[in-house]
């Protein structure tokens, strides 16, 4: 079983939406993400608004992939990069360590990350 960033067993991150590359529900990866859908976040508007100026509109529903729009206070599994990127620039929203892949460590700092958890 995949790992967290704590070293526990990887938790799902949301059903519904359900979320993960693989659609799973979990934060897991693969060869095939290259995007790395690793880090488990509670998006806040301030966040969505952030995604959509910088190209990746997380709020648009396109029900032809499945996909129902994100609305804050929703869980969803974002790019490790394109967290990173939002906390460099103040906006990063909250993430829910126990299910974060242990491979967002790779990128980020589990200090980062925890200064910006909340609870499974």
């Known amino acids: 079983m995949a790992k967290n960033v704590l070293g526990t067993d990887l938790q799902d991150c949301s059903q519904d939406p359900l979320t993960g590359f693989f659609r799973d529900g979990c934060c897991h990866t693969g060869a095939e993400d290259v995007g790395l859908h690793i880090v488990c976040s509670q998006v806040t508007a301030e966040f969505l608004e952030f995604s959509k100026s910088v190209g ?3 709020s648009t529903p396109h029900p032809e992939f499945g996909f129902p729009g994100l609305k804050p206070g929703n869980r969803w599994c974002l790019c490790a990069l394109r967290w990173k990127e939002a906390f460099e620039a103040g906006v990063a ?3 829910v360590l126990e299910a974060t892949h242990i491979s967002t460590l790779e990128f980020i700092d589990l200090e ?7 609870d499974g």
């Open 112 to 118: 980062d990350l925890q200064e910006h958890a909340v």
């Open 93 to 95: 929203p909250s993430v």
């Open 56 to 58: 990746n509109d997380l």
